[in-house]
């Protein structure tokens, strides 16, 4: 069990830009999530998949955002036309659906994304 | 609207001290309760969870206790250590949802040796 990663760890980009995040959970877990943390703040969240279904999206995920989790294993999270308001940390979450349905979620080192 | 909310925001403390930290929410339906520690600018790394059903939980120093009917959450940690100075959050899943987990702000702890 390697945890959560995520990649990359920190990015600069324009105003305007596009840019791609990548999760791979935990191997054996099925649900995925996307949160986004502004300094001082707890996270908030962003989208969840089970296996490869998109369940849940919050109004926090506008149009410029798009998720994916294509084969049920890794997903991505694009923003496009970046502004600055979207910088933050992006954290991604996995957890598993089990007999116990106990849902205990595990983070990965999150993406810091500066929009300059 | 399910709204969590972590007291103090701040605090400092002595090494060697006991200490508590609050959290409370608004809607008592929740599925389960989690707390978290997270270092500045890194990911968040788990503690403890507990079940809507149980009443607490302990791992080492740290105990957590749940008393749903109140809407409350404590994390105790005794005897304290410059390792522990962190942000401690704590977040809930609606019973409802059984998804995504709603977050507090926070408490910042520095642990002085």
């Known amino acids: 069990d390697t945890g959560v990663s995520q990649d990359p760890r920190h990015k600069i980009t324009k105003r305007g830009q596009n840019v791609t995040f990548r999760c791979d959970p935990i191997?054996?877990?099925?649900?995925l999530y996307w949160y986004r943390q502004t300094l001082g703040q707890g996270p908030e969240f962003l989208t969840y998949f089970q296996n490869e279904a998109q369940l849940e999206k919050s109004r926090l995920l506008s149009d410029r955002f798009s998720a994916e989790r294509p084969k049920g294993s890794f997903s991505t999270l694009e923003i496009q036309r970046t502004e600055q308001g979207d910088s933050a940390m992006y954290l991604c979450?996995?957890?598993?659906?089990?007999?116990?349905?106990?849902?205990?979620?595990?983070f990965g080192p999150g993406t810091r994304l500066t929009v300059l | 609207k399910q709204e969590v909310t972590q007291i103090p925001a701040a605090l400092s403390v002595p090494e060697g001290e006991n200490l508590v930290l609050n959290c409370s929410f608004t809607d008592s339906a929740i599925y389960n309760l989690q707390w978290f520690r997270q270092d500045p600018g890194k990911g968040l790394t788990s503690l403890l969870l507990?079940?809507?059903?149980?009443r607490e939980q302990t791992s080492g120093r740290l105990n957590a206790s749940l008393d749903k009917s109140s809407g409350r959450s404590t994390l105790y940690i005794a005897a304290s250590q410059p390792g522990d100075s962190a942000t401690y959050l704590c977040?809930?899943?609606?019973?409802?949802?059984?998804?995504?987990?709603?977050f507090g702000k926070g408490t910042k702890l520095s642990v002085k040796p």
């Open positions: 191997s054996e877990h099925n649900r």
């Open positions: 507990i079940q809507s059903s149980q």
């Open positions: 977040a809930v899943i609606d019973g409802g949802s059984q998804g995504n987990l709603i």
């Open positions: 979450a996995s957890s598993s659906i089990d007999r116990e349905r106990v849902l205990e979620q595990f």
